[in-house]
């Protein structure tokens, strides 16, 4: 199938798309415990949609979605979770957009990233409508509510001996600390996540069910090198006294550095698969790298190191016949 080409869907195929969907944005707001990382999916669902059905049918089929999720938000008095799961969905079709313009997965990226921050700074003030604090300010106090109830419960534990008490106070205390200036770059930490892991996850599901591919493979995606400059600029004014611009070159590291652990495991994947790694250890090596720290910064490491390096050779010219 190519590009252009979209799939006509028969009516079992719309209703059986248009339940599982309206499921998926549902379940999150009536037990958030149990099903809130359904969220992280519902951008990869309107991007597939999207994609192998393409914009007129995909988008009557996300609107009808819609259309019950809201209904059933309304008889459960959750409307808030609602405006929140709506606030994840544009970046799809930005996504979408950009991948039949044959963008670059660097500047679509970027795309899905400013919409979805926009998305949520409106969601953000909708919920705050009414209220006598900001929605932003809630989710600090929240916070901050929850590390001072930790905090009294250790103190009051007798299982805990002084020395370690000792360790969790001055942890704690930091966390009430150091949260309230991270917050930005935590925040912008999901906005990355959730616009990388549509993009990726998207990109194979459509390449896949299409025939056409939105993106490149991504063991093949690679940031600008120019974007280096932007690190050095913001390790510089990390630096500077002024606690404001200090605030927002930390802001800025962290949510740079998220980006380029994204770059060093497109290398990773690239090598695993270059070496033939089986599926089984090709997986425990992903959720061994991810979730250890190490690994992490393993991740990052090789992310910038690419810059000059150039591990993939994806900037060697092929040489001529003649040489």
Not at 216 to 240: A, C, F, H
Request: charged share 15%; net charge positive; glycine share 6%.
């Amino acid at each position: 199938m190519s590009e252009g080409s979209t799939e006509n869907p028969e009516i079992r195929s719309i209703l059986r798309n248009i339940l599982l969907f309206s499921i998926a944005l549902v379940l999150p707001g009536l037990q958030w415990t149990l099903f809130g990382w359904l969220h992280m999916l519902l951008p990869v669902c309107v991007f597939y949609l999207l994609g192998r059905y393409g914009i007129r049918s995909g988008n009557r089929m996300v609107l009808s979605s819609l259309a019950l999720a809201l209904l059933i938000y309304l008889l459960a008095r959750r409307v808030d979770f609602f405006l929140l799961s709506v606030s994840l969905l544009p970046v799809s079709y930005v996504l979408i957009q950009s991948a039949r313009r044959r963008e670059s997965p660097a500047i679509s990226g970027l795309k899905g990233v400013l919409v979805l921050a926009a998305c949520w700074i409106l969601a953000f003030a909708g919920l705050s409508i009414g209220a006598e604090t900001s929605f932003y300010a809630q989710l600090l106090l929240t916070l901050d509510k929850g590390i001072g109830e930790a905090l009294q419960y250790y103190r009051t534990s007798e299982n805990i001996s002084s020395d370690s008490l000792l360790l969790l106070e001055t942890t704690l205390q930091q966390m009430k600390v150091i949260i309230p200036v991270i917050m930005p770059a935590m925040l912008g930490s999901f906005i990355l996540l959730i616009t990388w892991f549509t993009m990726v996850s998207g990109n194979k599901l459509v390449t896949r069910t299409c025939g056409w591919a939105p993106w490149e493979q991504y063991r093949y995606w690679q940031l600008p090198d120019k974007l280096i400059w932007i690190v050095i600029i913001s390790g510089m004014i990390i630096l500077v006294p002024t606690s404001p611009m200090r605030s927002f070159g930390i802001n800025v590291l962290i949510l740079l550095s998220i980006i380029y652990c994204f770059q060093g495991l497109s290398i990773a994947v690239f090598f695993l698969e270059k070496w033939n790694i089986p599926i089984f250890f090709r997986s425990f090596f992903y959720i061994m790298i991810i979730f250890q720290s190490f690994g992490t910064v393993l991740l990052l490491v090789v992310g910038i190191g690419d810059i000059w390096l150039d591990f993939r050779k994806l900037h060697q010219k092929p040489e001529e016949p003649g040489d």
